[in-house]
């Protein structure tokens, strides 16, 4: 499966994005699609994911309460809606999909096989 993910951008401290992940060719409603972020000099971290199967979602503890990850199964999109962002939100995102993932592997990097290109964030403060 292709992933774009695009809707990064610079933004102020305190205000709001939403990223999206979309697939073109094929439904992303069975897949565990989850967002991961890198910025300079640091390795790719786990933000948020959505289960394929039960839709559940998982965010990283620096993200929760701000972020909310949700897909639209009729335009085979994930988002991820993040608010109150802070400087240290700066990096690239990254998306990412697997199937059938267990639920201790969701938040590693190595247990997704498609990746979208990436989109920058970059929060002023």
């Known amino acids: 499966v292709q992933l774009q993910a695009f809707g990064g951008g610079l933004v102020q401290a305190g205000g709001s994005l939403r990223l999206s992940c979309a697939s073109s060719?094929?439904?992303?409603?069975?897949?565990?699609v989850a967002w991961f972020r890198q910025a300079p000099g640091k390795e790719r971290e786990f933000v948020a994911a959505?289960?394929?199967?039960?839709?559940?979602?998982l965010y990283a503890d620096s993200v929760k309460g701000r972020s909310i990850i949700s897909r639209d199964n009729a335009k085979n999109t994930v988002y991820l809606q993040m608010n109150n962002l802070k400087p240290e939100d700066t990096a690239v995102y990254y998306c990412?999909?697997?199937?059938?993932?267990?639920?201790?592997?969701?938040?590693?990097?190595?247990?997704?096989?498609?990746w979208g290109q990436g989109t920058l964030v970059t929060v002023s403060s």
């Open positions: 990412a999909a697997a199937l059938r993932l267990i639920l201790s592997s969701t938040r590693e990097a190595t247990s997704y096989g498609y």
């Open positions: 060719e094929r439904s992303l409603s069975t897949y565990t």
């Open positions: 959505v289960r394929g199967t039960t839709n559940s979602r």
